[in-house]
T-cell receptor
Framework: DAGVIQSPRHEVTEMGQEVTLRCKPISGHNSLFWYRQTMMRGLELLIYFNNNVPIDDSGMPEDRFSAKMPNASFSTLKIQPSEPRDSAVYFC?????????????FGPGTRLTVT | AQSVTQLGSHVSVSEGALVLLRCNYSSSVPPYLFWYVQYPNQGLQLLLKYTTGATLVKGINGFEAEFKKSETSFHLTKPSAHMSDAAEYFCAVSGEGSGNTGKLIFGQGTTLQVKP
């Protein structure tokens, strides 16, 4: 299995531009999670989906952030407009099933720099 | 609400020495506990997890952790550190809340430095 795939691996953009991060979960996994990692705040859960349905988006910092999962094999995290404080590493993770104790498999991350 | 506290944001050991990374959790229900490792410029990788049963859990790369309910702890240990163990380590908990779907609460992480 190829694991969780994220693209792009690195993104540099100017303030005000739209940014779209992409994630392909492991085939057969029913849950998908988006995280943000910064030095100041550590690892934060932004949103997670179960069977393509958003379950909890309470971690999404503000309306500039949106996430979609149109099918079981693809999800996007969009920031519009982007700001320098959005600079971080964004991780996508997937899990076989939605249950406590389920292992999450992480992608390699997208390093976003907003100038 | 569940929470995780990792004591010590940085731990430094000599190669061959004991590794001890501390994790305490807060949960009103039986917790599921995890340790993840993150190598530079990579995603997180599961080291080990505790769900039920034996309280001493063995993971990859010679790491193990012991669930101690009375101390609400899940400390990570390795008898002999190797240079390749240098990384950031995250403790995480899940299990609380109705309709829980495997959401993990992560600690702030501990950076392990291994000196030659």
């Amino acid at each position: 299995d190829a694991g969780v795939i994220q693209s792009p691996r690195h993104e540099v953009t100017e303030m005000g531009q739209e940014v779209t991060l992409r994630c392909k979960p492991i085939s057969g996994h029913n849950s998908l999670f988006w995280y943000r990692q910064t030095m100041m705040r550590g690892l934060e859960l932004l949103i997670y989906f179960n069977n393509n349905v958003p379950i909890d988006d309470s971690g999404m910092p503000e309306d500039r952030f949106s996430a979609k999962m149109p099918n079981a094999s693809f999800s996007t995290l969009k920031i519009q407009p982007s700001e320098p404080r959005d600079s971080a590493v964004y991780f996508c993770a997937s899990s076989l099933e939605a249950r406590p104790g389920g292992e999450q498999y992480f992608g390699p991350g997208t390093r976003l720099t907003v100038t | 609400a569940q929470s995780v506290t990792q004591l010590g944001s940085h731990v430094s050991v000599s190669e061959g020495a004991l590794v001890l990374l501390r994790c305490n959790y807060s949960s009103s229900v039986p917790p599921y506990l995890f340790w993840y490792v993150q190598y530079p410029n990579q995603g997180l990788q599961l080291l080990l997890k505790y769900t039920t049963g034996a309280t001493l859990v063995k993971g990859i790369n010679g790491f193990e952790a012991e669930f101690k309910k009375s101390e609400t702890s899940f400390h990570l240990t390795k008898p002999s550190a190797h240079m390749s163990d240098a990384a950031e380590y995250f403790c995480a908990v899940s299990g609380e809340g109705s309709g829980n779907t495997g959401k993990l609460i992560f600690g702030q992480g501990t950076t392990l430095q291994v000196k030659p």
